[in-house]
């Protein structure tokens, strides 16, 4: 989840962060009508080979060519002939460009699941086991807010906002109200974590006729945290390691009918993110 970072002196500008805009996407300076070159056919640059064999593509088709050639020289050697060499080094081939499509993705980077919420995906798999249900990447319809992870069991309901905080910079709270990361205010975060499980909490309990409260939390990954659980504001912050602690330990307040039916309800009234399902 991304939102915007705030200075306690009221400036938004990191002195660490850089903009990850790719250079050519970068605002272009303003050019005076004198500086515009009178012709409009751009110079034509030649493409050396060296900067050719560095593109991607090149780079798998090259290191495919020397997998297959050593393949081949490796099995004809041994076999002492070379037409079961070129036999071997097709099928590396063929099995190298096999396992490349495979194991590309298709879904775009944005479509991604973070690091923070794969570990946090990891530690509620093990939940199963113990009676609860888990759904990820659930939005808020109306909204472009996002639920990372919702997690309904035993002991309640929970919505959990995964983070993955630069480990340079402190994690404090000021006043057992305000939470910050090094010189910055992470209120937004607050805001959006306590905000996404107050209307997911109002969507469910419309469905299932009586008012179910979803307990909302932040899971910070990357710099250590110096306490085990503290409610800002309404929203439980701990260390991202800590979260299938603080599920489970509070006391039972669901029957296993409940649980099915408010993960039915759930997966009705908060649709999956990116349409996954």
Do not use: C
């Amino acid at each position: 989840m991304d939102s915007d970072l705030q200075r306690e002196d009221g400036h938004n500008t990191s002195p660490i962060w850089v903009s990850d805009r790719p250079e050519d996407e970068a605002p272009a300076a303003k050019k005076s009508p004198a500086a515009t070159p009178a012709s409009t056919y751009a110079p034509i640059e030649r493409a050396s080979v060296r900067a050719l064999l560095r593109q991607p593509r090149y780079r798998r088709l090259r290191n495919r060519a020397l997998l297959a050639i050593g393949v081949g020289v490796v099995v004809g050697i041994l076999v002492r002939d070379w037409r079961i060499g070129v036999t071997a080094a097709i099928a590396a081939a063929i099995a190298d460009t096999v396992y490349r499509a495979r194991s590309a993705s298709t879904v775009p980077a944005w479509r991604r699941s973070s690091v923070a919420e794969r570990r946090t995906e990891g530690q509620l798999k093990r939940l199963e086991r113990s009676g609860y249900r888990t759904l990820h990447a659930r939005a808020i319809p109306g909204s472009e807010a996002q639920i990372d992870h919702l997690v309904i069991g035993p002991t309640g309901i929970y919505a959990v906002d995964s983070e993955k905080w630069d480990k340079r910079l402190p994690v404090r709270v000021q006043m057992g109200k305000k939470l910050f990361h090094g010189p910055f205010d992470m209120k937004p975060r607050i805001t959006e974590a306590k905000l996404e499980a107050s209307q997911a909490g109002e969507l469910i309990s419309k469905a299932f006729g009586r008012e179910i409260a979803v307990v909302p939390s932040l899971a910070i990954y990357g710099p250590p945290v110096p306490w085990k659980v503290m409610t800002i504001r309404g929203v439980d912050v701990y260390e991202g390691t800590r979260a299938r602690k603080w599920i489970t330990k509070r006391e039972h307040a669901l029957t296993e009918e409940e649980i099915d039916r408010l993960y039915e309800i759930a997966q009705s009234v908060l649709p999956p993110r990116y349409g996954d399902g």
